[in-house]
């Protein structure tokens, strides 16, 4: 399992090449809930989402155990996480393959080529590219570096979670966007091993909400996964995941959001706090425009977990009639 100490040493190994992404108020979400919010801005992080946090931790470590002899790497992704790998793997000087689904958005799959990385968009889903990726790894001997089930990735997603409760002592609640769950594995042990009496709540697309369900059945579950704007939350989850424990056990409540609270979201974000995120990056900020989460007068500090949406996606949204 995954400790604190885990996440205080990746953070140490994290300092020098990651930004420390500000807390910031937001007076349209506090004004919205009578609660105090504070956006946590991963959108400002290097590859604007905080998957390079897991990624470059997860390589670093690989190289680590390595005994010089560079391995090669594979990963499947939606996006934000192969353009972190990538990135990480151009840093560090390693070879790196990543399978998406074909329509993966155009700005993420333009960044995973840029850092050198071999693309493979070929993947009807991430469910699909997920398994593409594995079989790769199987039959050619590379590593495989998910974007959830490994605990170098969930102990380097972790560090965001100390620097909220750093800097915010006082914080009673977070907000977290839930794909795999590897970002909230890591807060949740970073926030809970910090601050025991703080709530962490994780917020799913409605369109795939695995852990929704495994939290009803009490295991993980195979669930249908239908479309939607946060492409980096859909589908399944490994069985067996790593990430499993720790939401079951440290994680109060997960809620769901739907479409409409995705794009109400992106929509208000950019109009009243000048601010771009994708519709997985903010899904915690749904959460608040949907009141899914009554959580008045309380000090909420909200992921805005990633900012690679695609231009003409962005302006689709905006151009929307709101409901």
């Not at 990963?75 to 790196?96: D, F, I, K, P, Y």
Request: glycine letters at 10%.
């Amino acid at each position: 399992m995954v400790t604190l100490g885990d996440v205080s040493s990746a953070r140490a190994v994290l300092a020098t090449a990651l930004i420390r992404t500000p807390l910031l108020h937001s007076p349209w979400l506090s004004d919205l809930t009578g609660a105090d919010i504070r956006l946590k801005l991963e959108t400002l992080q290097v590859s604007h989402s905080f998957k390079v946090r897991g990624a470059l931790h997860a390589l670093g470590r690989l190289v680590e155990r390595s005994a010089g002899s560079p391995p090669r790497v594979v990963t499947a992704s939606a996006g934000n996480h192969g353009r972190a790998v990538a990135w990480a793997a151009e840093r560090l000087g390693l070879a790196a393959i990543v399978f998406t689904p074909r329509g993966a958005p155009r700005t993420k799959l333009d960044a995973i080529q840029r850092h050198g990385a071999h693309l493979e968009a070929v993947a009807t889903d991430y469910e699909h590219a997920e398994r593409l990726a594995l079989e790769y790894a199987s039959s050619k001997g590379a590593v495989y570096i998910s974007p959830y089930n490994n605990d170098d990735v969930i102990a380097g997603a972790g560090t965001t979670g100390l620097e909220i409760v750093e800097d915010w002592p006082e914080v009673d609640a977070v907000l977290v966007p839930v794909g795999g769950g590897g970002l909230i594995s890591g807060i949740a042990i970073a926030v809970r091993g910090l601050r025991p009496a703080a709530t962490v709540i994780g917020v799913e697309a409605a369109a795939s909400c695995a852990f929704s369900a495994a939290r009803a059945a009490g295991k993980l579950v195979t669930i249908e996964v239908k479309p939607t704007i946060a492409d980096g939350l859909g589908g399944n989850v490994e069985p067996g995941s790593r990430t499993w424990p720790y939401i079951r056990d440290l994680v109060q409540h997960v809620v769901t959001v739907t479409e409409e609270d995705l794009t109400n979201g992106i929509r208000g974000l950019l109009a009243e706090e000048h601010l771009v995120a994708e519709g997985a990056g903010i899904a915690a900020v749904a959460a608040l425009v949907g009141h899914r989460v009554p959580l008045s007068g309380r000090r909420i500090a909200v992921l805005l977990s990633g900012a690679n949406i695609d231009v003409a996606r962005l302006m689709d949204v905006i151009a929307e009639r709101p409901n």
